[in-house]
């Protein structure tokens, strides 16, 4: 505790200054810490990202949802090299494709907040995302993560009897790499909102990886995106919980 006198030698102008006080003082004048971008909802201006956003919109309004995609661009690829496997998989399960290429975490929160699950009450939502936010020092590992559990905790509350399948960020690189490691933390710490009811959490990084750690072009031809190989490994890794948590007797026969 110090003491200050506006007047030296007056008590009644003394002012007793304790460290709390000082803490108070410098604290007041410190700003406010703005919330990382990954948390902060923000669409695109690019014209093809808006169209797809209303194009969406539109198909759910459309009703007769059961299940939803959510992620970038290694989801959106369900539409072309993962097309034949989304059919046979998917097909007959009323499912939706949310994907939106470079989508980052903000990204998909303004789209969730913007129409792309308004009206609609899916059994289940599987979410990716997350790799576009891992490109070099744009994003630090805890604003990821809080990018992803911000996306789920916002389907949660919009779609409060979906359960999510949350899926660990695929691996990418052709072999272990500082990114790679990046991802890895990210994804220890998402796992961690896991409740095995209404939210489940898988790590499939396994599926697409060689025995040395390495990732073959034959299953990411450019060691990210998945060829129909990848799609049908993807498909295949999270059938049993997909089919569980759709609560089907049966998972649909493989052609």
Known sequence: MSRTCLIPG???????????????????????????????????????????????NERVQAGNVDL???????????????????????????AVNLGFSGD????????????NVNGIAPKVAVIMIGTNNSNDDDFSVDEISDGVKAIVK???????????LLLGIFPRGAR?????DKISAVNEKIET???ATMIRYANIADAFLE?????????????????????????????????????????????
């Open 10 to 56: 007056s008590m009644l102008l003394c002012l007793t200054v304790t460290a709390l006080t000082w803490t108070a003082i410098v604290a007041a004048d410190t700003k406010t810490a703005e919330p990382s971008a990954a948390v902060t909802p923000a669409p695109r201006a690019a014209s093809w990202w808006m169209d797809r956003h209303r194009s969406i």
């Open 68 to 94: 939803i995609w959510i992620g970038d661009s290694i989801t959106q690829g369900w539409e072309t090299a993962g097309a034949k496997v989304w059919q046979e998989f998917y097909g007959n399960r009323r």
């Open 104 to 115: 980052q975490t903000q990204h998909v929160l303004w789209r969730s907040e913007n129409g």
């Open 154 to 164: 916002l389907i949660r509350e919009k779609l409060p009897e979906t359960r999510v």
């Open 176 to 180: 272990p790499n500082a990114q790679r």
């Open 193 to 195: 909102i896991a409740d």
């Open 211 to 255: 025995k040395d750690g390495s990732i073959s072009r034959e299953i990411m031809p450019d060691t990210l995106h998945l060829s129909p190989k990848g799609y049908q490994l993807w498909a295949k890794a999270i059938e049993p919980i997909v089919a569980e948590m759709l609560e089907e007797m049966r998972p649909p026969e493989s052609k």
